[in-house]
């Protein structure tokens, strides 16, 4: 959200002013009216506010931020299993599981005791 000014300023409006309903917060002056809808959309998404039809449900800012900060934690234990796959995808040679074994054939003889 760092990066949306207009969801920020929504936000901080919403937060100070806490409209109970849609039409209550476009009654309000000052909001970007162009992308309301998709503002209200990223808020929901991000775990600030609920829209229960026309009604709006608030989420402390705090709380909010923690569960965004524990999606962001689980993602990042899946870094490295998701570069390696990333790398695996970029390689063009292809990869075949095998076994060198270097010696004569006298290597695969069992050895005294081994059950046949």
């Not at 039409?23 to 829209?51: A, H, K, N, Q």
């Not at 970029?90 to 005294?112: F, K, S």
Request: a negative charge; hydrophobic letters at 40%.
């Amino acid at each position: 959200m760092g990066g949306d000014p207009a969801a920020l300023r929504v936000l901080a409006t919403l937060l100070r002013s806490r409209p109970q309903t849609l039409p209550e917060l476009r009654g309000l002056r000052g909001l970007p009216t162009s992308d309301l809808d998709g503002v209200l959309e990223r808020l929901v998404r991000s775990g600030f506010i609920e829209l229960s039809g026309d009604r709006i449900l608030y989420h402390a800012p705090d709380r909010a931020v923690e569960a965004q900060a524990a999606a962001l934690a689980e993602l990042v234990t899946l870094l490295p299993d998701l570069t390696r796959e990333w790398q695996r995808g970029g390689n063009t040679a292809v990869v075949i599981d095998a076994e060198l074994v270097h010696g004569h054939e006298q290597q695969w003889r069992p050895g005294p005791g081994t059950p046949p």
